[in-house]
């Protein structure tokens, strides 16, 4: 099973990324492991990587493309992957379909994790976390009426990236960056979309259902 997750901020998609390869027992293949990976192994792309990392400039898409490509041609890829964060646009789109068609492969699946924004506001907006021992808590998850941790006594705080503000701006910027990449996959034929509210179990197992039809 070949197939590419995809999700705003706050849908779960890491914890849901690990359950479902584990599931389909494929590695999780996500462009953020790809690139520790490199840079701590320091590879070519990854000490190429790491130089405009360093300067705080966006890694290029070539280079991205090509730790993609490495990654996949390892062993463990070869009879399937989740892929997660990559791709981030129908440019990358394309370059990932001629890459699997070279290899004589193509995507099976394009899962898309569908939250609605203000279920999305309320999970992030809710977090509060601890300034002394940095775990997180959830305002109305885990019933908070004070503001000190239940662990430590810290005082907690709202941090910038879960202000409501910044989560709804993130949510804009998803939008507009992923609706092309959907609109994509679901000419292909091969988007599902999957109801990502509720417990992450619940998620996981909407997910596995969505994904049996289209196992070999
Ligand atoms: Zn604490």
């Known amino acids: 099973m070949r197939l590419v997750l995809v999700g705003p901020p706050g849908a779960g998609k890491g914890t849901q990324a690990q359950f479902i390869a584990s599931n389909l027992s494929i590695p999780k293949i996500s462009t953020g492991d790809i690139f520790r990976a490199n ?11 790491k130089t405009y990392m360093d ?15 490495d990654r996949l041609s390892e062993d463990d890829a070869q009879d399937g992957f989740l892929l997660d964060g990559f791709p981030r646009n129908v440019a990358q789109a394309e370059i990932l379909r001629d890459m699997l068609k070279e290899w004589g492969l193509a995507l099976d ?3 898309e994790l569908v939250v609605d924004d203000d279920e999305v506001v309320r999970r992030l907006a809710g977090r509060r976390t601890c300034s002394q021992c940095g775990r997180i808590w959830h305002v109305d998850f885990d019933d908070k009426k004070d503001d000190r941790c239940d662990a430590c006594g810290g005082a907690l705080f ?15 910027v ?43």
Do not use: F, N, W
């Not at 840079?39 to 990587?49: D, H, P, Q, R, Y």
């Not at 409501?164 to 804009?172: A, G, K, M, N, S």
């Not at 609706?179 to 179990?201: K, N, Q, R, W």
């Open 174 to 216: 998803y939008q507009q960056q992923t609706a092309p990449l959907v609109s994509y996959y679901a000419d292909e034929d091969i988007l599902v979309g999957v109801d990502a509210t509720g417990p992450v179990e619940e998620v996981t197992r909407r997910a596995m259902e969505a994904i049996r039809p289209y196992m070999a």
């Open 39 to 49: 840079v701590s192994g320091g590879t070519e792309l990854g000490k190429l990587a």
């Open 55 to 69: 300067r705080g400039d966006l890694v290029p898409d070539e280079v991205t493309i090509a730790m993609v490509r």
């Open 158 to 172: 709202q941090r910038d990236d879960d202000k409501e503000e910044t989560v709804r701006h993130r949510l804009e």
């Open 109 to 111: 699946l394009v899962l």
